[in-house]
């Protein structure tokens, strides 16, 4: 990517990196004692604007902390590979610790009561038993339902403190970023610039 032919790309690929999961101004707030691992802050006082839950969020953070974040204290709290779910057990295999990451979540909300708070889906993959696993004994007969139940608790309990905005999952592209960054194709390379909406 970084080397080779420079007209291969229209841009300078070097400056693209991706941004810390962490700052001071959010992690001195919490200590060591925590059990997520994405926590940034725009400033040191309590979130106006808070985005939950997993890695998808960072890069909405990312963006509205670089136009709003000098006027506003917006704060990002995640746990990778936790979709937003409130008291059900079902996770991603090999992913445990999601319930007590969103307890966590919500308790802090409860304390902090920021005016905002944003949701930005995942969990589809959920669905598929080959990704995750729904613990049992459950009162779940299906993934379908505890997502589904997961979800409306979680919002429920936000919306007691704050007004809640659910950002819908964001679509998976086929090709990575590196397939559209060239001016030229490559031989023999396929890119996917578009998906469908039913996809």
């Not at 101004?25 to 940034?40: H, M, V």
């Not at 808070?50 to 902390?65: C, E, K």
């Not at 997502?147 to 819908?168: F, H, N």
Request: some cysteine; hydrophobic content about 35%; charged content about 20%.
């Amino acid at each position: 990517l970084h080397e080779g032919f420079a007209e291969r790309y229209s841009v300078d690929v070097r400056a693209i990196h991706a941004e810390p999961r962490t700052n001071a101004l959010c992690s001195d707030r919490f200590g060591d004692e925590r059990n997520f691992n994405y926590c940034k802050s725009t400033q040191a006082a309590p979130p106006e604007v808070l985005f939950l839950p997993d890695s998808r969020p960072q890069s909405v953070y990312d963006g509205t902390a670089e136009i709003l974040g000098k006027r506003h204290a917006i704060t990002l709290l995640a746990r990778g590979g936790c979709p937003p779910i409130l008291g059900a057990d079902l996770h991603y295999r090999n992913q445990h610790g999601c319930m007590e990451a969103w307890e966590t979540f919500v308790r802090y909300v409860e304390r902090a009561e920021p005016p905002l708070v944003v949701l930005v889906g995942g969990g589809l993959h959920l669905l598929d038993p080959a990704d995750a696993e729904l613990v049992t004994p459950s009162q779940f007969a299906t993934r379908e339902e505890a997502l589904r139940y997961g979800l409306r608790e979680l919002i429920t309990v936000l919306a007691r403190t704050s007004r809640v905005i659910y950002i819908r999952p964001l679509p998976y592209f086929d090709t990575p970023p590196s397939c559209f960054l060239r001016p030229i194709s490559l031989p023999g390379s396929q890119c996917s610039p578009t998906i469908s909406r039913s996809g």
